[in-house]
Nanobody, 128 residues
Framework: QVTLVESGGGLAQPGDSLTLSCTVS????????PGWFRQSPGKEREFVAG????????YYADSVKGRFTVTRDNAKNTIYLQMNSLKPEDTAKYFC?????????????????????WGQGIQVTVSA
């Protein structure tokens, strides 16, 4: 059983920064790809960012490239999403997710159907 627990969400103003954390417990995999998705009211859940646990290759949605950074701490079994220059359109519930395999090279966005594990989600609201 794998459990993903998010923390660090909340309210921010446009232009602010927030960092989300996701701690993984239970079984882990030697080759897996954790990451982040988000869902705004009335919209489908969308991929945000992912990172290969081994090697650290990263993947980003076009909408967050240059503003968000995904990192990992292997020793703590934790991944992070540093969100800078936040915009109102970043308002969403953010979900930690994990694919229990290495995402292929050249992947532009991780599809939901690849995800094996989900966190409960955490709200991020960007508003003046």
């Amino acid at each position: 059983q794998v459990t993903l627990v998010e923390s660090g969400g909340g309210l921010a103003q446009p232009g602010d920064s927030l960092t989300l954390s996701c701690t993984v417990s239970g079984r882990t995999f030697s080759s897996w790809t954790p990451g982040w998705f988000r869902q705004s009211p009335g919209k489908e859940r969308e991929f945000v960012a992912g990172i290969r646990w081994t090697g650290g290759i990263v993947y980003y949605a076009d909408s967050v490239k240059g503003r968000f950074t995904v990192t990992r701490d292997n020793a703590k079994n934790t991944i992070y999403l540093q969100m800078n220059s936040l915009k109102p359109e970043d308002t969403a519930k953010y979900f930690c997710a994990a694919v229990s395999a290495t995402v292929p090279d050249g992947t532009l966005a991780i599809p939901e159907k690849w995800v094996n594990y989900w966190g409960q989600g955490i709200q991020v609201t960007v508003s003046a």
